[in-house]
Protein backbone atom coordinates (compact mmCIF):
# COMPACT_ATOMS: atom_id res chain seq x y z
CA UNK A 1 0.00 0.00 0.00
CA UNK A 2 1.10 3.46 -0.62
CA UNK A 3 -0.04 5.84 1.68
CA UNK A 4 1.53 8.74 0.62
CA UNK A 5 0.10 8.65 -2.89
CA UNK A 6 -2.88 9.62 -0.99
CA UNK A 7 -5.43 8.17 -4.00
CA UNK A 8 -4.06 4.90 -5.31
CA UNK A 9 -4.51 1.82 -3.08
CA UNK A 10 -2.87 0.05 -6.15
CA UNK A 11 0.74 0.02 -7.02
CA UNK A 12 -0.01 -1.33 -10.03
CA UNK A 13 -2.53 1.52 -11.35
CA UNK A 14 -0.29 3.77 -13.18
CA UNK A 15 -1.90 6.77 -15.48
CA UNK A 16 -4.59 7.83 -12.87
CA UNK A 17 -1.54 9.41 -11.55
CA UNK A 18 1.01 9.72 -14.07
CA UNK A 19 -0.37 10.23 -17.17
CA UNK A 20 -1.71 13.88 -18.49
CA UNK A 21 -4.99 12.13 -19.80
CA UNK A 22 -6.70 11.13 -16.64
CA UNK A 23 -5.02 13.94 -14.58
CA UNK A 24 -7.28 13.62 -11.55
CA UNK A 25 -6.50 15.90 -8.27
CA UNK A 26 -7.49 13.89 -4.90
CA UNK A 27 -8.27 16.67 -2.41
CA UNK A 28 -8.11 14.04 0.54
CA UNK A 29 -4.45 12.85 -0.29
CA UNK A 30 -3.37 16.12 1.45
CA UNK A 31 -4.86 15.17 4.32
CA UNK A 32 -3.73 11.97 4.98
CA UNK A 33 -1.23 11.55 8.39
CA UNK A 34 0.72 8.60 8.89
CA UNK A 35 1.05 8.48 12.26
CA UNK A 36 2.56 4.99 12.55
CA UNK A 37 5.78 5.86 12.09
CA UNK A 38 6.38 7.83 14.91
CA UNK A 39 6.00 6.19 17.87
CA UNK A 40 6.50 2.59 17.21
CA UNK A 41 10.25 2.18 18.62
CA UNK A 42 11.13 -1.00 16.70
CA UNK A 43 10.95 0.68 12.99
CA UNK A 44 13.94 3.18 12.86
CA UNK A 45 16.67 0.80 14.55
CA UNK A 46 14.79 -1.82 12.07
CA UNK A 47 14.77 0.17 8.69
CA UNK A 48 18.28 0.93 9.33
CA UNK A 49 19.40 -2.09 10.31
CA UNK A 50 17.65 -3.99 7.07
CA UNK A 51 18.81 -1.04 4.73
CA UNK A 52 22.61 -2.17 6.19
CA UNK A 53 21.82 -5.83 5.16
CA UNK A 54 20.49 -5.45 2.11
CA UNK A 55 23.42 -2.75 0.55
CA UNK A 56 26.35 -2.10 2.75
CA UNK A 57 27.03 -5.73 3.75
CA UNK A 58 29.83 -7.02 1.27
CA UNK A 59 29.99 -10.23 -0.35
CA UNK A 60 32.36 -13.31 1.27
CA UNK A 61 30.85 -11.49 4.77
CA UNK A 62 31.07 -14.73 6.52
CA UNK A 63 34.41 -15.77 4.88
CA UNK A 64 32.35 -18.48 2.72
CA UNK A 65 31.07 -16.39 -0.16
CA UNK A 66 27.72 -15.21 1.51
CA UNK A 67 25.95 -12.85 -0.29
CA UNK A 68 23.77 -9.85 1.04
CA UNK A 69 20.56 -10.12 2.44
CA UNK A 70 17.83 -10.23 -0.72
CA UNK A 71 15.69 -7.37 -0.93
CA UNK A 72 13.00 -9.42 -1.58
CA UNK A 73 13.59 -11.25 2.24
CA UNK A 74 14.20 -8.02 3.50
CA UNK A 75 10.73 -6.45 2.51
CA UNK A 76 8.86 -9.47 3.36
CA UNK A 77 10.70 -9.27 7.27
CA UNK A 78 9.15 -5.89 7.47
CA UNK A 79 5.93 -6.68 6.41
CA UNK A 80 6.12 -9.18 9.17
CA UNK A 81 7.19 -7.24 11.47
CA UNK A 82 4.15 -4.29 10.84
CA UNK A 83 1.82 -7.52 11.36
CA UNK A 84 3.33 -8.99 14.65
CA UNK A 85 5.01 -5.85 16.64
CA UNK A 86 3.14 -3.31 19.19
CA UNK A 87 4.10 0.44 19.98
CA UNK A 88 6.11 -1.58 22.71
CA UNK A 89 8.31 -4.12 20.94
CA UNK A 90 11.39 -4.16 21.81
CA UNK A 91 13.54 -3.51 18.25
CA UNK A 92 14.51 -7.22 17.53
CA UNK A 93 18.48 -7.90 16.66
CA UNK A 94 18.49 -8.82 12.63
CA UNK A 95 21.21 -11.62 11.71
CA UNK A 96 22.09 -12.30 8.41
CA UNK A 97 22.24 -15.64 7.13
CA UNK A 98 24.82 -16.56 3.94
CA UNK A 99 22.01 -17.36 1.22
CA UNK A 100 20.13 -14.21 1.45
CA UNK A 101 17.85 -14.97 3.90
CA UNK A 102 17.78 -13.44 7.58
CA UNK A 103 16.09 -14.08 11.40
CA UNK A 104 14.68 -11.54 13.58
CA UNK A 105 14.97 -12.44 17.01
CA UNK A 106 14.06 -11.03 20.09
CA UNK A 107 15.97 -12.40 23.74
CA UNK A 108 14.59 -11.79 27.44
CA UNK A 109 15.42 -13.29 30.43
CA UNK A 110 12.29 -15.76 29.57
CA UNK A 111 11.93 -16.03 26.14
CA UNK A 112 13.66 -16.25 22.69
CA UNK A 113 11.89 -15.59 20.04
CA UNK A 114 13.23 -16.27 16.69
CA UNK A 115 11.98 -16.09 12.99
CA UNK A 116 14.23 -17.51 10.00
CA UNK A 117 12.36 -15.52 6.78
CA UNK A 118 14.02 -18.40 3.89
CA UNK A 119 12.16 -16.32 1.53
CA UNK A 120 8.68 -14.63 0.75
CA UNK A 121 5.96 -16.85 1.78
CA UNK A 122 8.42 -19.35 3.94
CA UNK A 123 9.56 -18.72 7.69
CA UNK A 124 10.34 -20.97 10.64
CA UNK A 125 9.08 -19.66 13.52
CA UNK A 126 10.24 -21.17 17.07
CA UNK A 127 9.74 -19.45 20.37
CA UNK A 128 11.55 -20.74 23.42
CA UNK A 129 9.62 -19.97 26.86
CA UNK A 130 10.62 -20.46 30.14
CA UNK A 131 8.32 -21.91 32.42
CA UNK A 132 7.56 -21.63 36.30
CA UNK A 133 9.37 -24.91 37.03
CA UNK A 134 12.42 -23.83 35.28
CA UNK A 135 11.68 -26.00 32.51
CA UNK A 136 11.86 -24.86 28.23
CA UNK A 137 8.79 -25.11 26.21
CA UNK A 138 9.92 -25.08 22.69
CA UNK A 139 7.32 -24.34 20.03
CA UNK A 140 8.22 -24.84 16.14
CA UNK A 141 6.24 -23.61 13.25
CA UNK A 142 6.90 -23.21 9.30
CA UNK A 143 4.75 -20.10 8.19
CA UNK A 144 3.42 -18.59 4.86
CA UNK A 145 1.99 -15.23 5.64
CA UNK A 146 -0.32 -15.82 8.68
CA UNK A 147 1.70 -14.31 11.36
CA UNK A 148 -1.14 -14.26 13.99
CA UNK A 149 0.21 -16.77 15.99
CA UNK A 150 3.26 -14.98 16.11
CA UNK A 151 1.49 -11.57 17.61
CA UNK A 152 0.59 -13.74 20.90
CA UNK A 153 4.49 -14.29 21.22
CA UNK A 154 5.56 -10.64 20.64
CA UNK A 155 2.38 -9.44 22.87
CA UNK A 156 4.16 -11.65 25.73
CA UNK A 157 7.36 -10.24 25.11
CA UNK A 158 6.23 -6.73 25.34
CA UNK A 159 4.28 -7.15 28.59
CA UNK A 160 7.39 -8.80 29.86
CA UNK A 161 9.07 -6.07 32.06
CA UNK A 162 12.55 -7.47 31.12
CA UNK A 163 15.13 -5.00 29.46
CA UNK A 164 14.64 -4.61 25.78
CA UNK A 165 17.01 -6.38 23.39
CA UNK A 166 18.56 -4.24 20.75
CA UNK A 167 20.07 -5.23 18.31
CA UNK A 168 23.85 -6.23 18.98
CA UNK A 169 25.32 -5.21 15.26
CA UNK B 1 45.59 -35.87 2.11
CA UNK B 2 41.99 -34.11 0.67
CA UNK B 3 38.94 -36.04 1.04
CA UNK B 4 37.92 -37.58 -2.56
CA UNK B 5 36.00 -35.57 -4.62
CA UNK B 6 32.67 -35.26 -4.12
CA UNK B 7 29.60 -36.12 -6.60
CA UNK B 8 27.84 -32.72 -8.12
CA UNK B 9 24.75 -32.67 -10.12
CA UNK B 10 24.28 -30.84 -13.42
CA UNK B 11 24.68 -27.27 -12.08
CA UNK B 12 27.54 -28.34 -10.64
CA UNK B 13 26.53 -28.38 -6.96
CA UNK B 14 27.64 -30.62 -4.59
CA UNK B 15 25.31 -33.34 -3.63
CA UNK B 16 24.54 -33.46 0.00
CA UNK B 17 26.17 -36.50 1.24
CA UNK B 18 28.29 -37.38 4.64
CA UNK B 19 31.38 -38.21 3.59
CA UNK B 20 33.64 -40.93 4.64
CA UNK B 21 36.97 -39.38 4.61
CA UNK B 22 35.50 -37.29 7.52
CA UNK B 23 36.47 -39.51 10.39
CA UNK B 24 34.51 -38.96 13.64
CA UNK B 25 37.46 -38.12 15.61
CA UNK B 26 38.23 -34.99 12.92
CA UNK B 27 37.47 -31.07 14.03
CA UNK B 28 35.03 -28.88 11.80
CA UNK B 29 35.74 -25.17 11.92
CA UNK B 30 32.89 -22.96 11.62
CA UNK B 31 34.13 -18.88 11.21
CA UNK B 32 32.02 -16.13 13.13
CA UNK B 33 31.95 -12.87 12.11
CA UNK B 34 31.23 -10.55 15.29
CA UNK B 35 29.52 -7.92 13.65
CA UNK B 36 26.66 -9.92 12.19
CA UNK B 37 26.63 -13.54 13.75
CA UNK B 38 26.39 -11.98 17.46
CA UNK B 39 22.78 -11.05 19.49
CA UNK B 40 22.22 -9.52 22.89
CA UNK B 41 20.91 -11.82 24.80
CA UNK B 42 20.42 -11.29 28.66
CA UNK B 43 20.53 -15.17 29.95
CA UNK B 44 24.10 -15.43 28.18
CA UNK B 45 27.08 -15.70 30.21
CA UNK B 46 28.62 -12.49 29.39
CA UNK B 47 24.90 -11.18 27.64
CA UNK B 48 26.05 -11.82 24.17
CA UNK B 49 26.28 -15.31 22.00
CA UNK B 50 25.85 -16.39 18.36
CA UNK B 51 22.62 -16.49 16.87
CA UNK B 52 21.33 -20.15 15.89
CA UNK B 53 20.79 -18.95 12.10
CA UNK B 54 24.74 -18.71 12.19
CA UNK B 55 24.64 -22.86 11.67
CA UNK B 56 21.36 -23.10 9.64
CA UNK B 57 20.96 -22.92 5.71
CA UNK B 58 18.81 -24.56 3.42
CA UNK B 59 21.42 -24.87 1.11
CA UNK B 60 24.07 -26.10 3.09
CA UNK B 61 26.62 -24.24 6.00
CA UNK B 62 29.88 -24.00 4.89
CA UNK B 63 32.57 -25.17 7.18
CA UNK B 64 36.73 -25.85 6.81
CA UNK B 65 37.47 -29.43 7.67
CA UNK B 66 40.55 -28.95 10.07
CA UNK B 67 42.89 -31.99 9.49
CA UNK B 68 43.31 -31.72 5.54
CA UNK B 69 44.14 -28.28 6.48
CA UNK B 70 46.96 -29.60 9.28
CA UNK B 71 47.88 -31.80 6.75
CA UNK B 72 49.25 -29.95 3.89
CA UNK B 73 51.36 -28.54 7.04
CA UNK B 74 48.38 -25.05 6.80
CA UNK B 75 48.33 -22.62 9.89
CA UNK B 76 44.63 -23.31 10.05
CA UNK B 77 44.11 -20.44 12.60
CA UNK B 78 45.59 -17.93 10.41
CA UNK B 79 43.97 -19.76 7.61
CA UNK B 80 40.32 -19.40 8.93
CA UNK B 81 41.10 -15.76 10.12
CA UNK B 82 42.55 -14.69 6.71
CA UNK B 83 41.68 -12.14 5.82
CA UNK B 84 38.83 -10.65 8.35
CA UNK B 85 36.69 -13.37 10.41
CA UNK B 86 38.16 -12.29 13.63
CA UNK B 87 36.22 -15.86 15.37
CA UNK B 88 36.14 -19.76 14.74
CA UNK B 89 34.39 -22.27 16.36
CA UNK B 90 35.36 -25.60 16.63
CA UNK B 91 33.35 -28.74 16.11
CA UNK B 92 33.58 -32.68 16.40
CA UNK B 93 32.86 -34.20 14.11
CA UNK B 94 31.26 -36.98 15.67
CA UNK B 95 29.07 -34.53 17.64
CA UNK B 96 27.69 -32.73 14.54
CA UNK B 97 26.22 -36.24 13.14
CA UNK B 98 25.22 -36.75 16.68
CA UNK B 99 22.96 -33.48 16.31
CA UNK B 100 21.93 -34.79 12.71
CA UNK B 101 24.15 -33.58 10.58
CA UNK B 102 25.64 -34.80 7.34
CA UNK B 103 29.12 -33.48 6.62
CA UNK B 104 30.25 -33.13 3.61
CA UNK B 105 33.32 -32.22 1.50
CA UNK B 106 32.51 -28.72 -0.99
CA UNK B 107 36.30 -27.88 -2.27
CA UNK B 108 35.90 -24.47 -4.40
CA UNK B 109 38.86 -23.72 -7.28
CA UNK B 110 40.50 -20.58 -7.65
CA UNK B 111 38.89 -19.85 -10.79
CA UNK B 112 35.20 -20.33 -8.93
CA UNK B 113 33.02 -17.41 -10.60
CA UNK B 114 31.54 -16.24 -6.94
CA UNK B 115 32.65 -18.05 -3.68
CA UNK B 116 36.53 -17.20 -2.52
CA UNK B 117 39.34 -20.44 -2.94
CA UNK B 118 38.92 -22.99 -0.09
CA UNK B 119 40.31 -26.46 -0.72
CA UNK B 120 39.18 -27.43 2.74
CA UNK B 121 35.68 -26.03 2.64
CA UNK B 122 32.56 -28.17 3.59
CA UNK B 123 29.05 -27.97 4.05
CA UNK B 124 26.58 -29.02 6.75
CA UNK B 125 23.28 -30.49 5.79
CA UNK B 126 20.65 -30.72 8.28
CA UNK B 127 18.51 -28.76 10.77
CA UNK B 128 18.33 -28.01 14.19
CA UNK B 129 16.35 -27.73 16.90
CA UNK B 130 17.18 -24.73 19.70
CA UNK B 131 17.69 -27.26 22.15
CA UNK B 132 20.01 -29.46 19.84
CA UNK B 133 21.82 -25.87 18.90
CA UNK B 134 22.86 -25.55 22.45
CA UNK B 135 24.01 -28.66 23.26
CA UNK B 136 25.97 -28.50 20.33
CA UNK B 137 27.56 -25.48 21.37
CA UNK B 138 27.89 -27.21 24.90
CA UNK B 139 29.98 -29.41 23.27
CA UNK B 140 31.98 -27.08 20.88
CA UNK B 141 35.14 -24.96 21.51
CA UNK B 142 36.46 -21.67 20.78
CA UNK B 143 39.27 -22.29 17.54
CA UNK B 144 39.66 -18.51 17.69
CA UNK B 145 37.46 -16.69 20.35
CA UNK B 146 36.10 -13.44 20.63
CA UNK B 147 36.24 -11.57 23.56
CA UNK B 148 32.74 -11.00 25.70
CA UNK B 149 31.34 -13.28 23.40
CA UNK B 150 29.71 -16.18 25.37
CA UNK B 151 30.06 -19.61 23.26
CA UNK B 152 28.00 -21.94 25.43
CA UNK B 153 23.98 -21.23 25.15
CA UNK B 154 21.61 -20.30 28.05
CA UNK C 1 -14.78 -18.55 -17.24
CA UNK C 2 -16.58 -16.10 -15.79
CA UNK C 3 -19.05 -17.88 -13.02
CA UNK C 4 -22.55 -17.64 -13.79
CA UNK C 5 -23.92 -16.55 -10.56
CA UNK C 6 -21.39 -13.19 -10.62
CA UNK C 7 -23.32 -9.93 -11.40
CA UNK C 8 -22.52 -8.06 -14.70
CA UNK C 9 -22.88 -4.52 -15.75
CA UNK C 10 -23.01 -3.50 -19.36
CA UNK C 11 -21.50 -0.09 -18.83
CA UNK C 12 -19.40 -0.44 -16.27
CA UNK C 13 -17.78 3.18 -14.28
CA UNK C 14 -14.23 1.38 -15.09
CA UNK C 15 -11.39 4.00 -15.96
CA UNK C 16 -8.84 1.33 -15.18
CA UNK C 17 -8.08 -2.58 -15.07
CA UNK C 18 -4.74 -4.02 -13.70
CA UNK C 19 -3.72 -7.17 -13.14
CA UNK C 20 -0.27 -7.65 -12.07
CA UNK C 21 2.40 -10.76 -10.68
CA UNK C 22 5.32 -10.17 -8.27
CA UNK C 23 8.04 -13.31 -8.73
CA UNK C 24 11.10 -13.92 -7.39
CA UNK C 25 13.93 -12.34 -10.28
CA UNK C 26 15.79 -14.53 -12.30
CA UNK C 27 19.46 -14.60 -10.67
CA UNK C 28 21.27 -14.19 -13.58
CA UNK C 29 18.98 -11.17 -14.63
CA UNK C 30 20.33 -8.05 -15.20
CA UNK C 31 18.73 -4.58 -16.93
CA UNK C 32 20.91 -4.88 -19.81
CA UNK C 33 18.64 -7.82 -20.97
CA UNK C 34 15.51 -5.39 -20.78
CA UNK C 35 15.81 -5.33 -24.80
CA UNK C 36 15.15 -9.20 -24.82
CA UNK C 37 11.79 -9.05 -22.33
CA UNK C 38 10.35 -5.61 -24.85
CA UNK C 39 11.26 -8.25 -27.45
CA UNK C 40 8.32 -10.48 -26.53
CA UNK C 41 5.41 -7.81 -26.41
CA UNK C 42 7.47 -5.08 -28.83
CA UNK C 43 4.55 -6.47 -31.65
CA UNK C 44 1.05 -4.91 -29.67
CA UNK C 45 3.37 -2.71 -27.49
CA UNK C 46 5.65 -0.54 -29.48
CA UNK C 47 6.06 2.06 -27.06
CA UNK C 48 8.55 1.80 -24.59
CA UNK C 49 8.99 4.59 -21.38
CA UNK C 50 11.01 3.56 -18.25
CA UNK C 51 9.64 4.54 -14.40
CA UNK C 52 10.98 4.05 -10.79
CA UNK C 53 11.10 0.65 -9.67
CA UNK C 54 8.10 -0.22 -7.52
CA UNK C 55 9.21 -1.56 -4.01
CA UNK C 56 7.95 -5.61 -3.06
CA UNK C 57 4.61 -5.76 -1.80
CA UNK C 58 3.21 -8.17 0.99
CA UNK C 59 0.29 -8.92 2.42
CA UNK C 60 0.96 -10.68 5.58
CA UNK C 61 -2.02 -11.31 8.41
CA UNK C 62 -1.55 -10.51 12.39
CA UNK C 63 -2.42 -7.29 14.55
CA UNK C 64 -5.19 -5.47 12.10
CA UNK C 65 -2.31 -2.96 11.85
CA UNK C 66 -2.71 -0.06 8.82
CA UNK C 67 0.39 -0.74 6.69
CA UNK C 68 2.68 2.07 6.92
CA UNK C 69 4.77 4.19 4.15
CA UNK C 70 6.86 2.42 2.32
CA UNK C 71 10.59 2.29 3.16
CA UNK C 72 13.59 2.04 0.12
CA UNK C 73 16.28 -0.69 0.74
CA UNK C 74 19.74 0.72 -0.04
CA UNK C 75 21.57 3.39 -2.99
CA UNK C 76 22.67 0.02 -5.13
CA UNK C 77 21.82 0.10 -8.75
CA UNK C 78 18.31 -0.51 -9.18
CA UNK C 79 16.44 -1.86 -12.43
CA UNK C 80 14.05 0.43 -13.80
CA UNK C 81 10.06 -0.68 -14.56
CA UNK C 82 9.06 -0.64 -18.03
CA UNK C 83 6.05 0.53 -19.45
CA UNK C 84 5.45 -1.38 -22.85
CA UNK C 85 2.50 0.89 -24.30
CA UNK C 86 0.14 -0.03 -26.93
CA UNK C 87 -0.19 2.17 -30.34
CA UNK C 88 -3.73 3.27 -29.03
CA UNK C 89 -2.44 4.21 -25.35
CA UNK C 90 -5.12 1.97 -24.13
CA UNK C 91 -3.46 -0.75 -22.73
CA UNK C 92 0.12 -0.78 -21.24
CA UNK C 93 2.58 -3.90 -19.40
CA UNK C 94 4.90 -3.40 -16.50
CA UNK C 95 8.04 -5.17 -16.25
CA UNK C 96 10.50 -4.89 -13.54
CA UNK C 97 12.88 -8.14 -12.25
CA UNK C 98 10.10 -8.76 -10.07
CA UNK C 99 6.87 -8.06 -11.59
CA UNK C 100 4.56 -8.17 -14.52
CA UNK C 101 1.31 -6.20 -14.81
CA UNK C 102 -1.16 -5.44 -17.44
CA UNK C 103 -3.21 -2.53 -17.54
CA UNK C 104 -6.16 -1.82 -19.59
CA UNK C 105 -7.26 2.04 -19.04
CA UNK C 106 -10.06 4.49 -20.79
CA UNK C 107 -9.25 7.00 -23.24
CA UNK C 108 -11.57 9.92 -23.24
CA UNK C 109 -12.98 9.92 -26.67
CA UNK C 110 -12.19 6.61 -28.57
CA UNK C 111 -15.45 4.80 -27.40
CA UNK C 112 -13.56 2.05 -26.71
CA UNK C 113 -15.56 -0.37 -24.25
CA UNK C 114 -13.86 -2.36 -21.21
CA UNK C 115 -12.61 -5.49 -22.96
CA UNK C 116 -13.48 -7.45 -20.08
CA UNK C 117 -11.47 -9.65 -17.62
CA UNK C 118 -12.23 -12.95 -19.48
CA UNK C 119 -10.14 -11.30 -22.67
CA UNK C 120 -7.68 -9.93 -20.32
CA UNK C 121 -6.34 -12.66 -18.07
CA UNK C 122 -6.09 -14.97 -21.09
CA UNK C 123 -3.37 -12.37 -22.58
CA UNK C 124 -2.08 -12.10 -18.97
CA UNK C 125 -1.44 -15.39 -18.90
CA UNK C 126 0.18 -15.67 -22.37
CA UNK C 127 2.42 -12.79 -21.45
CA UNK C 128 3.62 -14.79 -18.31
CA UNK C 129 4.38 -18.19 -20.07
CA UNK C 130 6.60 -16.10 -23.07
CA UNK C 131 8.31 -14.34 -19.65
CA UNK C 132 8.82 -17.70 -17.97
CA UNK C 133 10.11 -18.88 -20.97
CA UNK C 134 12.81 -16.40 -21.51
CA UNK C 135 13.76 -15.95 -17.72
CA UNK C 136 15.10 -19.69 -17.90
CA UNK C 137 18.04 -18.47 -20.26
CA UNK C 138 18.85 -16.44 -16.66
CA UNK C 139 18.66 -19.48 -14.45
CA UNK C 140 15.06 -19.46 -13.10
CA UNK C 141 13.48 -22.70 -15.06
CA UNK C 142 9.87 -20.96 -13.81
CA UNK C 143 8.86 -18.15 -12.62
CA UNK C 144 7.92 -18.62 -8.62
CA UNK C 145 4.57 -15.94 -8.30
CA UNK C 146 4.72 -14.90 -4.48
CA UNK C 147 1.88 -11.92 -4.96
CA UNK C 148 -0.79 -11.74 -6.97
CA UNK C 149 -2.51 -8.47 -7.05
CA UNK C 150 -5.99 -7.30 -9.36
CA UNK C 151 -7.36 -3.53 -9.29
CA UNK C 152 -10.04 -1.97 -10.61
CA UNK C 153 -10.48 1.72 -10.93
CA UNK C 154 -14.01 3.81 -11.31
CA UNK C 155 -14.85 6.82 -12.38
CA UNK C 156 -18.52 7.82 -10.89
CA UNK C 157 -19.18 11.33 -11.94
CA UNK C 158 -21.39 12.85 -9.56
CA UNK C 159 -21.78 15.74 -11.13
CA UNK C 160 -22.70 17.01 -14.53
CA UNK C 161 -23.51 14.44 -17.43
CA UNK C 162 -24.54 12.34 -14.56
CA UNK C 163 -27.52 14.75 -13.55
CA UNK C 164 -26.18 16.04 -9.98
CA UNK C 165 -26.08 12.41 -8.38
CA UNK C 166 -24.99 13.01 -4.34
CA UNK C 167 -22.64 10.20 -3.64
CA UNK C 168 -25.40 8.28 -1.47
CA UNK C 169 -26.88 7.94 -4.89
CA UNK C 170 -24.47 5.91 -6.02
CA UNK C 171 -23.10 3.74 -3.31
CA UNK C 172 -24.07 2.40 -0.03
CA UNK C 173 -22.46 5.13 2.28
CA UNK C 174 -24.52 5.39 5.34
CA UNK C 175 -23.19 8.46 6.82
CA UNK C 176 -25.64 11.34 6.40
CA UNK C 177 -22.87 13.82 6.56
CA UNK C 178 -21.53 12.50 3.29
CA UNK C 179 -23.21 14.32 0.25
CA UNK C 180 -22.61 17.33 2.48
CA UNK C 181 -18.58 17.04 2.69
CA UNK C 182 -16.57 19.29 0.61
CA UNK C 183 -14.27 15.86 0.22
CA UNK C 184 -13.84 12.42 1.72
CA UNK C 185 -11.65 9.52 1.67
CA UNK C 186 -13.05 6.20 2.94
CA UNK C 187 -10.89 3.10 2.82
CA UNK C 188 -11.39 -0.19 4.50
CA UNK C 189 -9.95 -3.66 3.94
CA UNK C 190 -11.29 -7.17 4.77
CA UNK C 191 -8.93 -10.12 4.74
CA UNK C 192 -9.65 -13.10 2.43
CA UNK C 193 -9.70 -16.72 3.30
CA UNK C 194 -9.01 -20.14 1.43
CA UNK C 195 -11.33 -23.38 1.71
CA UNK C 196 -9.55 -24.30 5.23
CA UNK C 197 -10.14 -21.07 6.50
CA UNK C 198 -6.26 -19.61 6.09
CA UNK C 199 -5.82 -16.39 4.87
CA UNK C 200 -5.02 -16.12 1.32
CA UNK C 201 -5.44 -12.21 0.65
CA UNK C 202 -7.26 -8.68 1.14
CA UNK C 203 -9.74 -6.50 -0.35
CA UNK C 204 -8.99 -3.09 -0.10
CA UNK C 205 -11.86 -0.32 -1.17
CA UNK C 206 -11.13 3.19 -1.23
CA UNK C 207 -13.55 5.74 -2.09
CA UNK C 208 -12.32 9.45 -2.53
CA UNK C 209 -13.72 12.62 -3.76
CA UNK C 210 -11.70 13.68 -6.51
CA UNK C 211 -11.77 16.09 -10.36
CA UNK C 212 -10.96 14.57 -13.30
CA UNK C 213 -9.11 16.21 -16.53
CA UNK C 214 -12.40 18.12 -17.32
CA UNK C 215 -12.50 19.59 -13.59
CA UNK C 216 -15.70 17.05 -13.25
CA UNK C 217 -16.14 15.92 -9.82
CA UNK C 218 -16.29 12.04 -9.42
CA UNK C 219 -16.19 9.74 -6.82
CA UNK C 220 -12.48 7.73 -7.66
CA UNK C 221 -13.67 3.91 -6.18
CA UNK C 222 -10.47 1.60 -5.96
CA UNK C 223 -11.22 -2.00 -5.54
CA UNK C 224 -8.10 -4.27 -5.14
CA UNK C 225 -7.23 -7.90 -4.23
CA UNK C 226 -4.10 -8.97 -3.58
CA UNK C 227 -2.59 -11.80 -1.55
CA UNK C 228 -0.42 -14.84 -1.98
CA UNK C 229 -1.50 -17.75 -4.81
CA UNK C 230 -2.17 -21.20 -3.69
CA UNK C 231 0.49 -22.72 -5.70
CA UNK C 232 3.42 -20.22 -6.48
CA UNK C 233 3.25 -21.05 -10.27
CA UNK C 234 1.45 -19.23 -13.45
CA UNK C 235 -1.55 -21.35 -12.72
CA UNK C 236 -1.96 -20.56 -9.56
CA UNK C 237 -1.68 -16.78 -9.84
CA UNK C 238 -3.89 -16.88 -12.82
CA UNK C 239 -6.23 -18.92 -10.37
CA UNK C 240 -5.71 -16.53 -7.90
CA UNK C 241 -6.73 -13.66 -10.14
CA UNK C 242 -9.89 -15.42 -11.44
CA UNK C 243 -10.99 -15.29 -7.65
CA UNK C 244 -9.83 -12.09 -7.61
CA UNK C 245 -12.38 -10.72 -9.77
CA UNK C 246 -15.22 -12.50 -8.46
CA UNK C 247 -14.79 -10.47 -5.12
CA UNK C 248 -14.26 -7.34 -6.78
CA UNK C 249 -17.16 -7.57 -8.99
CA UNK C 250 -19.48 -8.91 -6.03
CA UNK C 251 -18.00 -6.16 -3.57
CA UNK C 252 -18.98 -3.52 -6.61
CA UNK C 253 -22.62 -4.34 -6.63
CA UNK C 254 -23.30 -5.15 -3.00
CA UNK C 255 -21.77 -1.66 -1.95
CA UNK C 256 -23.31 0.14 -5.04
CA UNK C 257 -27.32 1.46 -5.46
CA UNK C 258 -29.95 0.49 -7.33
CA UNK C 259 -29.75 3.77 -8.91
CA UNK C 260 -26.58 3.13 -10.16
CA UNK C 261 -27.09 -0.38 -11.29
CA UNK C 262 -30.10 0.52 -13.31
CA UNK C 263 -27.26 3.93 -14.92
CA UNK C 264 -24.50 1.32 -15.25
CA UNK C 265 -26.82 -0.96 -17.13
CA UNK C 266 -26.72 -4.38 -14.70
CA UNK C 267 -27.92 -7.29 -16.61
CA UNK C 268 -30.78 -9.13 -14.84
CA UNK C 269 -31.45 -12.59 -15.52
Not at chain 3, 208 to 223: E, Y
Request: aromatic content about 8%; glycine content about 6%; charged content about 20%.
Amino acid sequence: MNAISGFRNSDSSVWNSREPVNNIVAFGAMHRIVVFDANYKWIKPTKDRLDELVSKLVPNWDGYGAKPVNFLNAHFAYQILEKVCLETTPPPSIVPGSAGDLQIEWHTNRMDIELHVLAPNKVHATLNLMMADGLIREEFIELENDFTKVTSWVKSLAEDDLAPIASAA
Amino acid sequence: MLPSPPQRDEHGRVIPHDHIDVLSSDGVIRRVNPQQHVVLDPKSETGKRISSIWLSSSTGVSVDLLRPIEEDGVDARKFVTTPVYVGSVKFIASDLRTAGFKIGFDPIAKDDPIDPENPYHGLLWGRLSSTRFKNLLAKAEWFVPIEGVALKQP
Amino acid sequence: MRPENLPEFRQPPLNEVALGVQFTPAPKYTQIYSRDVWRLFEGGYPIVQEQGALPPMFETFGFPTQPSIQFGLGNNAQHDRFWFIAPENNKLIQFQPDRLHLNWRKVPGNGEAYPRFDNMIVEFASNLLSLQKLMVDFGSPSLTCNQVELAYINHIPIEGESGALKPTDVLKLKSAQIDNADDFNIVYRRVLHDNDRKPKGRLTVECITALDSKATSILLLNLTVRGQPKQPTIDGAIEFLSDARNVIVNEFDSISTSTAHTLWNKVTS
